[in-house]
């Protein structure tokens, strides 16, 4: 599941926070998450790698966001099923407003 | 390089705890221009990695997509009194690291 503010006023810096619903036991556990954007001009934001050390399988950053989109999260767990979670944000003013 | 780490509760053995780190860094696209029309070089940290009791129980690739200052949240779930240990490194090669303590609260 994927949590961002509804509307961000500035694409500079948004709140992402990922959680996954998972026991994290030594055999089922979330190994991997993958941060992605629709509009930036890098689709990659992050990638996190936990573990069942982690106790609980939630991250969370803030981004960089080029206008409203969707952004969406991919889960690896340790069975290497992929799950995926997005949510959508609203962006007034896009981070790419640059000095040139 | 600048940071702050910190344990949101005492940790206690076999919770979860919830980390947070704070970074002072430019976190630099490479999409930039300078008044001079000169493209700013990228330069964020691009690795980020976190050690605690003989093992990395975390780690983080990030890209341009991280805003300035990054901050990250993770949990680890306590299990001795060490020192958890986080080591970055951004592409112009400079490194940094912070750690803190885990005491484990008596049970």
């Known amino acids: 599941m994927v949590t961002t503010p509804r509307l961000a006023d500035n694409g500079l810096s948004v709140p992402v926070s990922i959680r996954v619903d998972s026991a994290m036991q030594a055999d089922d ?3 991997r998450v993958m941060l992605l954007s629709n509009r930036n001009p890098r689709p990659l934001i992050a990638e996190f790698e936990l573990g069942p050390w982690s106790g609980k399988a939630e991250v969370a950053t803030r981004v960089r966001l080029n206008g409203s989109q969707e952004i969406m999260a991919l889960v690896q767990t340790s069975d290497g099923r992929w799950w995926q979670g ?4 609203e962006v007034t003013e896009s981070a790419c407003l640059d000095a040139s | 390089m600048l940071a702050r780490i910190q344990l949101l ?3 206690r053995r076999g919770q979860p705890v919830q980390v947070r780190l704070l970074v002072q860094h430019p976190m630099e696209t490479g ?5 001079s029309g000169q493209a700013v070089p990228a330069n964020v940290i691009h690795s980020l990695q976190a050690d605690y ?3 990395t129980v975390f780690k983080a690739k990030m890209g341009p997509g991280i805003a300035a200052n990054p901050f990250l949240m993770f949990w680890i779930l306590p299990v001795e009194n060490e020192e958890l240990r986080v080591h970055w490194q951004d592409d112009q090669g400079q490194t ?6 885990v005491q484990l609260a008596p049970a």
Do not use: K, N
């Open chain 2, 9 to 11: 509760t005492p940790p």
């Open chain 2, 53 to 55: 009791a003989g093992r």
């Open chain 2, 31 to 35: 999409f930039r221009f300078d008044f």
């Open chain 1, 86 to 89: 997005t949510a959508e944000v």
């Open chain 1, 29 to 31: 556990h979330v190994r």
């Open chain 2, 96 to 101: 940094g690291q912070i750690s803190t303590r």
